[in-house]
């Protein structure tokens, strides 16, 4: 079965430092991957995708993410941390396109 | 706004009343997903229906039940509600077709059971 597993419940970055979530999934065939962001209060909103067409994936705000098949990751960074950039942050896998497998979410601290 | 529209925002009810979740999806995505999101429990499937259709289940409790109208709005129902039900639960819909298959999520309803 396929899974997604997000090291680090909590991360705290200073504004204009790097940004770094990690997401490892668990696969038996090329996955399609997903982050998503969630303000407090409100819904997800889908960040950036891999769907095998480029292993550097770039996404909304600032973000991107890459594909590594040797290592099963597909972490998420930003070059700069802006305090509007402070939510929770899911990576997500989709086995079959019929439901999205969620990660536990990593909180994203911005302090100035 | 992903315009995906779910209402009502907040409900508070209590222990075994029934109550609806409804949902609008994005105009022209045939397919529509709930998801529960609760602190114990995180993001969970529920079930997705396609153009009126029920397309897969996952942790979908006996007491919950869903359906797609010919409009494509989705209607999620809760019965015999207990302590445990209280979450977030979200709405989201995806084209569904042409490779297209990215899932946009509304804004939530906040069920409180008490």
């Known amino acids: 079965a396929q899974s997604v597993t997000q090291l680090g419940s909590h991360v705290s970055v200073s504004e204009g430092a790097l940004v770094l979530l990690r997401c490892n999934y668990s696969?038996?065939?090329?996955?399609?991957l997903f982050w998503y962001v969630q303000y407090p209060n409100q819904g997800l909103q889908l960040l950036l995708k891999y769907t095998s067409a480029a292993t550097l994936v770039k996404g909304i705000n600032g973000f991107e993410a890459e594909f590594k098949k040797s290592e099963t990751s597909f972490h998420l960074t930003k070059p700069s941390a802006h305090m509007s950039d402070a939510a929770e942050y899911f990576c997500a896998v989709t086995p079959s396109w019929d439901k999205l497998i969620f990660g536990t979410g990593t909180r994203l601290q911005v302090f100035p | 706004d992903s315009g995906v529209t779910q209402t009502p925002k907040h409900l508070i009810t209590a222990t075994g009343q029934r109550v609806t979740l409804r949902c609008s999806p994005r105009?022209?995505?045939?397919?529509v997903y709930w998801y529960q999101q609760s602190l114990d429990q995180g993001l969970q499937f529920l079930i997705q229906y396609y153009n009126g259709e029920e397309r897969a289940k996952g942790n979908i409790l006996e007491r919950f039940s869903a359906q797609q109208f010919p409009d494509l709005h989705s209607e999620l129902n809760l019965s015999s509600l207990e302590l445990g039900d209280s979450a977030l639960y979200f709405c989201?819909?995806?084209?569904?077709?042409?490779?297209?298959?990215?899932?946009?999520f509304g804004p939530g309803t906040r069920l409180t059971v008490t």
């Open positions: 696969s038996s065939v090329p996955p399609y």
């Open positions: 105009s022209g995505d045939l397919s």
């Open positions: 989201a819909s995806s084209s569904g077709t042409g490779g297209s298959y990215e899932q946009y």
